[in-house]
């Protein structure tokens, strides 16, 4: 019998499902010839007989053996070594078809998967298109776990949109994609889904928040009742675990050891200048300070010198969150301080591993810090007044005059710059805005609509990095019948520079529902003059609590409608804008803003405090540190 017609019987019989025959017949022809169509039919038969390592071989022969599917063939084979579990095997016909795999929803899932698995994430990110377009939920999934979670990564923002697209009922999906919608202030795209959003919440509906990250969802919703839920999904500490690490044994020693735990220890982050002339001014006589670094190294290493004079650095990045509690333990601190929580490059999760007797939240993150073992939240009466304590579940520890601290003694100074300079026309009313794109909120926008159509020789001088975010918001202007020409959109300056452009404006606008936090202080140092009003959570109350402490709270209105008639007003009277820059002036080394030393003595009181409830054994409860005397006189040095 010639080689055609062993190969015709053994077709015939794998047909007839007479595999073991068609087997044996296929071992004679191999003898004699083996072409692609033999190997491909020994593949065959080899899957029905459940032979999956041998049949992936064939596949692989007969893809090597060339040919105008030989791509189809090696793919094949791929997916029966994986499925095998030879990955190794998979990889290896897997990567020369990486340009496949861009289109080929089955590869890009098989390499993706080994490659997660292993660690290796450098290319993943050719795999997010194919794994998104597919309608396999298998696929989509994966997907979904190779999103980076960097906001600014446009892979990601269209892989969530296509997974959205297909799965249009999944609020998780829709949380994320607007996020990245919001990011890119795509004001229809928010638009269109914010109907339904606050019709399910008022309808009861929270769980669709629950998957949302906290951080995001504060740029949006400035509801306490519904902020408490998002983040309900991230991992919940175990209820036992805050009364067994009160009751553990700890030694107590004279100086109250304070441990700081950051990714933001270096010079320039917006944190540090807010923090360091507090970690410098701390007294060393009652207090220890550590700081628990997870900070990039390149940036730790570049700021060597100044963060020495912070406090004593432990480096714990190279640390997993159980070997980083374990370290803290062994340092015996006495009240550990999350800087970050549910931010990004947080390392909050170390706070569930029983890190120290006393656990606080402060400065990082506006409001309560979910699924988390913290025991206070720094704040002040502003920004945590009592109506908000069903909304948290630490306690309060609330300092007299504001929870921002301030650095006035390395922050730079405004020197002279002219509106040519930055291309500000010099006759024009200038309203600005300097806080973050991701804070002008759809309200935010429009409300500044409202002022402009109010203010017709007023223009908008906005902070604005990103090239999409800025041709949403010219076309949102544009839309509500603002001429362009009125937007001025600017870059990020160097920090010389920028506080040198901040005083060019007339008047600030602040965002709701999240404030600006150090670009309002910034903006206040400047002499610029920001105008807020009164807001409904911890992230639309700051710049009411910043106001106030340099004293001017005239500048926070009592709500929307009111923040609208004020902006006109104080368009129609620039002599009332002179007035608060005076004031401003005047205050900027008189009121507490900015006094860092008289917030270290306000700050330390309520480290103090809370120490002595844990060394009598008493669980946390709301504390209020009481106000020293008034300052008289300047303190500035």
Not at 57 to 75: C, I, K, N, P, V
Not at 238 to 243: A, G, I, V
Not at 382 to 403: M, W
Request: charge should be neutral.
């Amino acid at each position: 019998m010639n080689a055609q017609a062993i190969f015709s019987t053994a077709s015939r019989q794998y047909q007839k499902g007479q595999y073991t025959d068609a087997l044996n017949q296929l071992n004679v022809l191999m003898e004699i010839n083996r072409d692609t169509k033999t190997y491909v039919l020994l593949a065959k038969v080899l899957v029905k007989l459940g032979f999956k390592a041998e049949a992936a071989r064939a596949y692989q022969l007969a893809g090597e053996a060339g040919g105008s599917r030989a791509e189809d063939y090696l793919t094949d084979a791929m997916k029966l070594y994986f499925a095998n579990g030879q990955e190794d095997e998979a990889l290896s016909i897997g990567l020369p078809l990486l340009e496949k795999a861009k289109t080929d929803a089955e590869i890009a899932f098989i390499i993706a998967s080994i490659f997660l698995k292993r660690g290796e994430k450098e290319i993943l990110g050719l795999f997010k298109a194919p794994l998104t377009l597919s309608t396999n939920r298998l696929h989509n999934a994966l997907a979904f776990k190779l999103l980076t979670a960097e906001i600014n990564d446009l892979q990601d923002r269209d892989a969530l949109a296509n997974l959205f697209r297909n799965n249009p009922k999944n609020t998780t999906l829709r949380s994320a994609h607007l996020v990245y919608a919001r990011e890119a202030n795509d004001y229809a795209e928010v638009e269109k889904h914010e109907r339904d959003i606050q019709r399910a919440l008022k309808a009861g509906q929270t769980e669709i928040l629950a998957a949302e990250a906290p951080y995001y969802h504060a740029t949006w919703c400035g509801d306490e009742s519904f902020n408490r839920v998002a983040g309900a999904q991230l991992n919940p500490f175990p209820s036992s675990l805050t009364e067994v690490r009160r009751a553990a044994p700890h030694r107590w020693g004279e100086r109250i050891r304070i441990g700081y735990v950051s990714a933001d220890f270096w010079d320039d982050h917006a944190t540090m200048k807010l923090l360091k002339a507090v970690l410098m001014a701390h007294d060393k006589t009652r207090f220890d300070v550590t700081l628990f670094c997870h900070t990039k190294s390149a940036l730790a290493a570049r700021d060597q010198d100044i963060r020495a004079r912070w406090g004593r650095i432990v480096e714990i990045g190279h640390l997993t969150d159980d070997e980083a509690a374990h370290v803290i333990r062994q340092e015996n601190i006495d009240i550990l301080v999350d800087l970050k929580g549910h931010t990004l490059e947080s390392r909050v999760s170390i706070f569930n591993r029983a890190a120290a007797p006393v656990q606080v939240g402060w400065l990082g993150f506006p409001g309560t810090t979910v699924n988390v073992d913290l025991d206070y939240i720094i704040g002040d009466p502003c920004v945590l007044p009592d109506s908000s304590k069903a909304h948290y579940y630490e306690k309060y520890c609330r300092l007299p005059e504001t929870y921002q601290p301030n650095d006035p003694y390395e922050r730079a100074r405004p020197r002279a710059m002219s509106r040519k300079d930055v291309g500000l026309p010099e006759d024009a009313f200038v309203f600005a805005s300097f806080n973050a794109n991701r804070k002008i909120s759809l309200q935010t926008v429009n409300l500044w609509i409202d002022i402009l159509r109010q203010t017709p020789g007023s223009l908008l001088w906005v902070l604005c990095d990103r090239a999409d975010a800025r041709t949403n918001l010219l076309a949102k202007f544009k839309s509500a019948g603002i001429d362009t020409k009125r937007i001025v959109i600017c870059g990020k300056f160097a920090y010389q520079n920028h506080v040198d452009r901040v005083p060019l404006a007339d008047l600030g606008l602040d965002t709701y529902p999240y404030n600006g936090h150090t670009t309002t202080s910034e903006q206040l140092w400047a002499g610029l003059p920001v105008l807020s009003f009164k807001g409904t959570n911890f992230a639309s109350r700051v710049s009411e609590s910043l106001l106030n402490a340099i004293g001017v709270p005239e500048l926070v209105a009592t709500g929307p409608e009111d923040y609208v008639k004020e902006a006109v007003a104080l368009y129609n009277n620039r002599d009332k804008i002179a007035d608060y820059r005076k004031r401003l002036d005047e205050n900027r080394f008189r009121m507490p803003l900015f006094d860092a030393e008289r917030f270290c003595e306000h700050l330390e009181t309520g480290y103090e405090m809370m120490a002595d409830r844990a060394k009598r054994g008493l669980a946390p409860d709301h504390i209020d540190v009481p106000a020293l005397p008034p300052r008289i006189g300047s303190f500035e040095r």
